[in-house]
């Protein structure tokens, strides 16, 4: 369970600061999973096709599935269409963020892109685990 935790983690922070500038900023990692579940159990996973609503390039996209399926892949788990144990939804989002760190006088817009990974029960269909990125992002790189 702890093994599949660090995991993703991992992988999120290595795909995400290798595709960062190097004056990106990552700044908050984060996961929340589900006590009850048993993740040992767990050996055969499938992708959810991306919304069409996720502002990811398709190179991009490409690049963070395979990534997340060599991490998966290395730990033993096996990516199959036919009776995955769990599904990978991945999602991203882009929010504008305040930036106040100057004084009360002097401040400005920034936007904080997120990536999230979500594992889902393939039979319960209810989010098992968690993970998600966020990072500064620079508009003038």
């Given at each position: 369970m702890n093994t599949l935790?660090?995991?993703?983690?991992?992988?999120?922070?290595g795909f995400v600061a290798g595709c960062i500038p190097s004056r990106g900023l990552i700044?908050?990692?984060?996961?929340?999973?589900?006590?009850?579940?048993?993740f040992?159990?767990?050996?055969?996973?499938?992708?959810l096709?991306?919304?069409v609503t996720t502002k990811l390039d398709p190179l991009n996209a490409k690049r963070i599935v395979a990534a997340v399926d060599t991490h998966l892949k290395a730990r033993g788990l096996v990516k199959t269409p036919d009776q995955p144990d769990f599904l990978i939804e991945l999602t991203t989002g882009v929010l504008k963020k305040m930036?106040?760190?100057?004084?009360p006088t002097e401040y400005g817009i920034y936007e904080e892109g997120r990536l999230k990974l979500n594992f889902v029960d393939a039979n319960a269909k209810e989010i098992i685990w968690k993970g998600?990125?966020?990072v500064r992002l620079q508009p003038n790189l």
């Amino acid at each position: 369970m702890n093994t599949l935790r660090i995991l993703v983690i991992f992988c999120l922070m290595g795909f995400v600061a290798g595709c960062i500038p190097s004056r990106g900023l990552i700044y908050d990692t984060n996961y929340d999973y589900d006590i009850e579940t048993d993740f040992s159990k767990l050996k055969r996973y499938n992708w959810l096709p991306i919304p069409v609503t996720t502002k990811l390039d398709p190179l991009n996209a490409k690049r963070i599935v395979a990534a997340v399926d060599t991490h998966l892949k290395a730990r033993g788990l096996v990516k199959t269409p036919d009776q995955p144990d769990f599904l990978i939804e991945l999602t991203t989002g882009v929010l504008k963020k305040m930036d106040t760190t100057g004084g009360p006088t002097e401040y400005g817009i920034y936007e904080e892109g997120r990536l999230k990974l979500n594992f889902v029960d393939a039979n319960a269909k209810e989010i098992i685990w968690k993970g998600e990125m966020r990072v500064r992002l620079q508009p003038n790189l």
